[in-house]
């Protein structure tokens, strides 16, 4: 891993997810946690103030990046909240199977490199009925922009940690076994190539 991946990279995705646009759209979805909660590329805690509520009963923060976990710890200690770390990647979630009521996906699906896998096994942990609120960028509804997003996606993971600009969120949620209940899909504020969320609740 390069410095630039190690220290320079992490800190401009937490900057950017941390503006004022990325903030409304996390809080628009997670006030429906719920239960014992795993946030899955927690970050430095982004999610955390909105996950402080009396329905929410234990926190899980999976977050493979040894310094953005240190960074949520401390966030998590100012909010006096707990939380329970996970140092795994989404692949490979080590909590028992249907122990989990709420699984949290915000600006996250875009750089795990098996995405396929770890909606799996997000399903696995799920407890049946289960829900999962996401959050994402991704693929365009506008064919224009799609080929700008196919184009430019090569370059674009390379310099932006695996990020991908032209996933099909709903799509891989889908063929998860997931059922969408609710689905927002819109342009955020910036580039199109990059903005296009799709936000909502699906279940197990």
Known sequence: ???YERYILP??????????????RRQSILHHAKGTVLDIGMGS???????????????FGLEPSERLRHKAMINADKLDLRIEPISNGAED???EKHSVDTAILTFTMCTIPDIDKALKEINRVLKPGGQ????????APDEN???WQNRLNPVWKK??????????IP?????????????????????????????GVAVK
Do not use: V, W
């Open 132 to 139: 999962l609120l996401f959050c994402e960028h991704g693929r």
């Open 1 to 3: 891993m390069s410095l």
């Open 93 to 95: 979630i080590p909590l």
């Open 171 to 199: 799509e891989l949620i889908k063929q998860a076994d997931f059922k969408i209940q609710t689905i927002d899909q819109s342009y955020m504020p910036g580039p199109k190539a990059m903005s296009f969320i799709h936000k």
């Open 145 to 147: 922009i799609l080929r």
């Open 45 to 59: 805690g982004t999610n955390l103030p909105f996950l402080k509520t009396p329905d929410i009963k234990h926190i």
């Open 159 to 168: 310099i932006a940690g695996g990020c991908n600009l032209n996933r099909n």
């Open 11 to 24: 800190e401009l995705i937490q900057y950017i997810c941390n503006r004022k646009q990325f903030k409304e």
